[in-house]
């Protein structure tokens, strides 16, 4: 007979089966009793091995034996017997061949050098020796069993012994708005995971700048520097901005660094070998005195860090980029009730000019915009040059009417809070109440006048250690410190919480007014006041003033002049300021 068409599917050999009738046919083709030619036949057949032709022959007689009557099948039935004991033979040889190639498997498997191998890759190997054995198990006969073997021999043969699996992660900052100086001040800007953590197969012997080059590559991110050794510019992902980070972008202490396993190899990528498992992360560093754990000794580029700072890109969220985008989209926009803003803010709108559009409700208007935190009025519009994750903008409608349920129009202090409410130098202290009894401090103080004075840019920071980094007042401490018109409570600090008194409120206005070069000649006495004499020797003159123009009247002949202000009586000291003094100036 001849043998059947082979085929090998993923390493496993199947056969197709002979039909039945041409197999009985070859047998019998001479025979005038098919019950005397399959005894013949049975008793003929002699097995030494397992092969395919001896299977075909086995499957053979039994199929022309299922052919016969059920009298035939009785006639034959002792010498059917004798020929299954004899068939038992071929299952001894077939479990013999399935057994010599497990073995020989097994064997090239257990001679490789594992350490060698990645761990994907050994995995990879070891997949393929048990579905081999499995499939030698199933097989029926020698052939289909050397053509498995030989298939799975030839793909664990084909798994690189030199290939290593390696991590990799890209971790960015956003563009700062000032050079970055955790020596001066506490400033940080926010590191955004680029590339988050994803495994690469390399050849061994593999430099970081291979997974480097193939990440960044992936990604569709482009850099500076890499074939040189060193990288001085990686731009950003296009929907954070895709602006240029580069060596010295956020200050004169940032950069490029990267690490294998947590520690910085302080060799340009292309001479760092990497190893199976290796982790890499390349990241940017803001100010690498204070952020680098291990920063190498050098007196002319000192560490200064005491741990506060360290590793602090690690921070980040280790996702893709555009989902953190989608998080900080609705951050963006800040909108008030009473109206709403367009456009939509989607991916695309970063990094191009965006022009926002303020729309009030029916009866109402725009109250304040402010950019960054800095106010830019009542507009209708506003182009932003550059749209960033970072920035902010927050809108505000108004009737016209105090929404604060503790400030009523029979109050002495309505007209002076509804002013300073319109005007936006004050805020509620919640979105219903204004709390005019309760004291001012002198960060509100100073952020009043600061709002009074268009929120100017300012440059660093006011140098007080209990201002706090990014607070609400932090600006406008350091415009006032900075243009003399507020002084600390000592050289280092500003006490920013403390309650303001009525001559330091009147010392700080003052010297506003000084700054703003109005006209501060008016002066009258204090004797009138049955307590001038508490009055402290730096405040004499600003209360001599602010009582000329009547901007502190006292009360029961008493100036109170240690007395917390309260939050109504400086709107309405502002309010008399801005129509008794700069008014009259301008």
């Not at 050999?13 to 009985?24: E, H, I, K, R, Y």
């Not at 050994?122 to 050397?146: F, V």
């Not at 725009?366 to 950019?371: F, N, Q, R, S």
Request: one cysteine or more.
């Amino acid at each position: 007979m001849n043998d059947q068409p082979l085929t090998v599917t993923n390493g496993k050999a199947t056969f197709t089966m002979p039909d039945t009738n041409a197999v009985l046919e070859a047998i019998f083709e001479k025979s005038t009793s098919a019950v005397d030619d399959l005894r013949q036949a049975m008793e003929d057949l002699t097995i030494t091995d397992a092969s395919k032709a001896t299977y075909d022959a086995i499957e053979a007689i039994k199929a022309a034996r299922n052919n016969l009557t059920a009298a035939e099948k009785a006639d034959i039935e002792d010498d059917y017997k004798a020929f299954l004991q004899k068939a038992e033979a071929f299952n001894t040889y077939l479990e013999a061949a399935k057994q010599a190639a497990i073995k020989e498997i097994n064997d090239y498997v257990n001679g490789l050098d594992k350490k060698k191998y990645s761990d994907k890759n050994w995995k990879k190997i070891t997949e393929l020796q048990s579905t081999a054995i499995r499939n030698i198990n199933k097989a029926l006969y020698e052939e289909e069993i050397d053509s498995i073997k030989q298939s799975a021999l030839d793909a664990i043969k084909a798994v690189k012994a030199g290939e290593i699996s390696v991590t990799f992660r890209l971790i960015g900052a956003l563009e700062a708005t000032q050079d970055v100086d955790l020596t001066k001040d506490s400033y940080l800007p926010e590191y955004v995971t680029w590339i988050p953590t994803t495994t690469y197969s390399l050849d061994a012997g593999a430099k970081v700048y291979d997974v480097f080059m193939e990440a960044l590559k992936d990604a569709g991110l482009s850099q500076i520097g890499a074939d040189n050794n060193y990288v001085k510019t990686i731009y950003a992902p296009s929907c954070l901005g895709g602006y240029a980070l580069s060596e010295f972008t956020n200050g004169k202490k940032s950069g490029w660094m990267y690490t294998v396993n947590g520690t910085h190899p302080n060799q340009g990528l292309k001479n760092w070998t990497l190893n199976d498992n290796d982790v890499v992360v390349w990241h940017y560093v803001n100010d690498y005195s204070h952020e680098v754990a291990d920063w190498f000794n050098d007196p002319n580029y000192p560490s200064l860090g005491n741990g506060t700072y360290y590793n602090g890109w690690l921070r980040a969220a280790d996702i893709a980029p555009e989902q953190y985008v989608q998080q900080l989209l609705a951050k963006i926009l800040t909108v008030g009730k009473h109206g709403t803003v367009e456009p939509k803010l989607t991916f695309q709108h970063i990094g191009k000019s965006v022009t926002f559009t303020f729309k009030p409700d029916t009866g109402y208007k725009v109250k304040d915009v402010k950019v960054n935190g800095k106010s830019v009025g009542a507009v209708k519009t506003y182009t932003i040059d550059k749209l960033t994750v970072s920035t902010r903008i927050e809108v505000e409608f108004t009737n016209g009417k105090l929404p604060f349920t503790d400030v009523r129009e029979s109050d002495w202090f309505y007209e002076d809070v509804a002013f300073a409410y319109e005007n936006g130098l004050f805020a509620g202290t919640s979105d219903t109440t204004f709390s005019p009894n309760a004291s001012m401090t002198r960060a509100m103080l100073v952020t009043v006048l600061y709002r009074l004075e268009g929120q100017p840019a300012v440059n660093g920071r006011s140098g007080f250690s209990d201002v706090q980094y990014n607070g609400y007042y932090e600006d406008a401490v350091t415009w006032a410190a900075d243009n003399g018109i507020v002084n600390g409570t000592s050289t280092t600090t500003f006490s920013p919480n403390a309650n303001v008194t009525r001559e330091q409120m009147a010392a700080i206005l003052y010297r506003y007014a000084q700054y703003k070069k109005y006209n501060t000649a008016a002066s009258s006495s204090l004797n009138g006041f049955t307590d001038h004499a508490s009055v402290s020797g730096y405040a004499a003159a600003s209360l001599e003033w602010a009582v000329a123009e009547k901007l502190v009247n006292g009360s029961a002949g008493k100036l109170m002049p240690t007395g917390n202000a309260t939050r109504a009586q400086v709107a309405a000291i502002l309010h008399r300021f801005v129509e008794n003094v700069a008014k009259t100036t301008n």
